[in-house]
């Protein structure tokens, strides 16, 4: 089973940027497939965001983030990021990393990711 911790949340300004990171302890992100960030605002679900493989790193986005969000990973260092510019006021929720075996086909799929961080909060003020 692995653990996942996220860090690097706070507030930020409109317009600027932050880099999250997940790191996982137990067993290593490549025991699975991908890896993803979810968020969750106030009163809405749970979204997805991003997502990459562990071993050739493909990539994708929700629409909402293409273009200011990057993820990627350091499979030696068992953590994923994800670089966050451009952020806006509807950006702010708490983020959350997971990871699972699954399929590419599932990857926005929140409830196809078995293991979970704690969430880490991005307030972005207008």
């Known amino acids: 089973q692995v653990q996942l911790v996220e860090s690097g949340g706070g507030l930020v300004q409109a317009g600027g940027s932050l880099r999250l990171s997940c790191a996982a302890s137990g067993r290593t992100f490549s025991s699975y497939y991908m890896g993803g960030w979810f968020r969750q605002a106030p009163g809405k679900e749970r979204e997805f965001v991003a997502v990459i493989t562990w071993r050739i790193g493909s990539t994708d986005y929700a629409d909402s983030v293409k273009g200011r969000f990057t993820i990627s990973r350091d499979n030696a260092k068992n953590t994923v990021y994800l670089q966050m510019n451009k952020l806006k006021p509807e950006d702010t929720a708490v983020y959350y990393c997971?990871?699972?075996?699954?399929?590419?086909?599932?990857?926005?799929?929140?409830?196809?990711?078995?293991?979970w961080g704690q969430g880490t909060q991005v307030t972005v003020s207008s």
């Open positions: 997971a990871t699972t075996g699954a399929g590419w086909n599932l990857r926005s799929t929140t409830t196809a990711y078995n293991y």
